[in-house]
């Protein structure tokens, strides 16, 4: 039955139900801070994953940036950038180890006279179809777009007489691509001279003999001599 009856708490009621309303707040404000702390843990967890959203898709775009950056957009080679660093790092390697180096420029003939006739459209089709006969015949070496239709080759550790014979190859393959328009190349090679060459000398020979195959009647490969 229900007591109706008005009754007084004693001193210890009292105090125990002044302690329970005490524990009931404490356990009410641990339950909101709790809420909030689940949620700014949630809110952190967002963050940090946004952040290392954005941070991966900065580090694609900057790979894509500096591939960019060494890469040809024509023919899908590597630059004359990249062509410069490898340059550099191949002659401070051969001069370390003792071993040879050679250099070789290679120029398409009559390049311009392909543009005028034919369109510059198919004369950058005809540079795309050198370059991979290039890159699919290099034998280990380092082929590079030089600019223009020039196209640079670094064959590391190849003796003059095998760099000679290497770039008669391309030279041939180019010749006997199929293609629509008959193209060949001249090329000039040069070997790294232990009595000082550098990567400015190295080049200014290679293209010295380039230019003494065209002068030659082109189609040819010449090779500098030593100085």
């Known amino acids: 039955m229900i007591d109706h009856e008005p009754r007084s708490l004693t001193v210890f009621q009292s105090e125990a139900l ?14 909101r801070t709790s809420r909030r702390l689940q949620r700014e843990l949630l809110d952190r967890d967002w963050y940090e994953a946004k952040l290392k959203e954005q941070q991966s898709e900065l580090e694609r775009e900057n790979a894509e940036l500096a591939e ?3 890469t040809d957009a024509l023919t899908g080679l590597p630059n004359r950038r990249s062509l410069g660093i490898e340059l550099a790092s191949a002659l401070e390697s051969a001069r370390a180890d003792g071993t040879q180096l050679a250099f070789a420029l290679v120029d ?3 390049f311009k006279t392909v543009n005028d006739l034919h369109g510059h459209a198919e004369g950058d089709r005809t540079l795309v179809a ?9 034998a280990g070496a380092f082929v590079a777009r030089y600019g223009g239709e020039e ?9 003059m007489a095998s760099a000679r014979l290497q770039c008669e190859f391309l030279r041939e393959s180019v010749q006997s691509l199929v293609s629509n328009i008959p193209v060949t190349v001249s090329i000039g090679v040069a070997v790294l001279d232990r009595r000082g060459d550098d990567v400015a000398a190295l080049c200014a020979r290679a293209d010295r003999a380039l230019y003494a195959a065209k002068r030659a009647g082109r189609n040819r490969v010449e090779v500098a001599a030593p100085r």
């Open 68 to 70: 960019q950056s060494r």
């Open 151 to 159: 196209f640079a080759i670094l064959m590391p550790r190849v003796s």
């Open 18 to 31: 002044l302690g329970l309303s005490r524990q009931v707040s404490a356990l009410l404000e641990l339950r």
């Open 108 to 110: 398409v003939d009559h």
């Open 130 to 138: 050198i370059a991979h006969q290039l890159q699919a015949h290099r």
